[in-house]
């Protein structure tokens, strides 16, 4: 069954520092998504992507978070400058253009900011 | 906005117990419902979906209807079993458009003990 990936599992990096986070969605979705988990909370919307660009954001969503579809296949979210406050699971979703109203989620990256 | 209310938890209940999880919303016209697990170590997966009111969602024993008259999508299981124990999160797509963001409640842990 065609499921989204996203790689790494877990990144560690320093506060201040650049990551990105990759993610191929299903292969004949349009649409794509970031969420993210902090520890505890909720999940929440940061950001959809259709047709190579942005379609919505949330407040989340500053300047410092940027997303990218490279190729046909990954899609990227960039933190420029990392805070502590980003450390949380990050989820990567993809829905398609039938109609159908689920979103599919990868298993997720948790970053940590030190 | 769109919102998501879900009981307080975590929920502990023997193997093979009634299950019920509670889930109420606050959203314009008619979204689509759904209820997503997160095992441990595990990304979200899509547990069963309504797209309607009176709408009956199942999947796995698990089922939950849509009833708009008390915007509620309770989730319920006859006989847990050990294998269930995960998070449970409730969530929903507005009417803004076919592939809007998924807002979700804060989730739920669920432990089944032997």
């Known amino acids: 069954e065609p499921e989204v990936t996203q790689t790494p599992s877990h990144q560690v990096t320093q506060m201040g520092q650049e990551v990105i986070l990759r993610c191929v969605p299903i292969s004949n979705h349009l649409y794509f998504y970031w969420y993210r988990q902090i520890l505890g909370q909720k999940v929440e919307f940061l950001v959809s992507?259709?047709?190579?660009?942005?379609?919505?954001k949330s407040e989340i969503f500053d300047d410092q978070f940027s997303v990218e579809r490279p190729d046909g296949s990954n899609f990227t979210l960039k933190i420029r400058s990392t805070k502590l406050e980003d450390s949380a699971m990050y989820f990567c979703?993809?829905?398609?253009?039938?109609?159908?109203?689920?979103?599919?989620f990868g298993q997720g990256t948790r970053l940590t900011v030190v | 906005g769109d919102s998501v209310t879900q009981m307080e938890g975590p929920v502990t209940l023997s193997e093979e117990a009634f299950l019920t999880i509670n889930c109420t919303y606050t959203?314009?016209?008619?979204?689509?419902l759904f209820w997503y697990v997160q095992y441990p170590g595990e990304g979200l997966q899509l547990l069963l979906k309504?797209?309607?009111?009176?709408d009956k969602g199942s999947n796995k024993g698990f089922e939950a209807t849509y009833r708009k008259e008390t915007t509620s999508f309770h989730l319920e299981k006859g006989s847990v079993q050990v294998s269930d124990s995960a998070v449970y999160f409730c969530?929903?797509?507005?009417?803004?458009?076919?592939?809007?963001?998924?807002?979700f409640g804060k989730g739920i842990t669920l432990s089944v003990r032997p």
């Open positions: 309504a797209t309607k009111a009176d």
């Open positions: 979703a993809s829905s398609d253009q039938t109609g159908r109203p689920e979103a599919f």
């Open positions: 969530a929903l797509r507005g009417v803004a458009g076919a592939n809007s963001k998924l807002t």
């Open positions: 959203a314009t016209g008619y979204p689509s």
């Open positions: 992507f259709y047709n190579n660009e942005i379609s919505e």
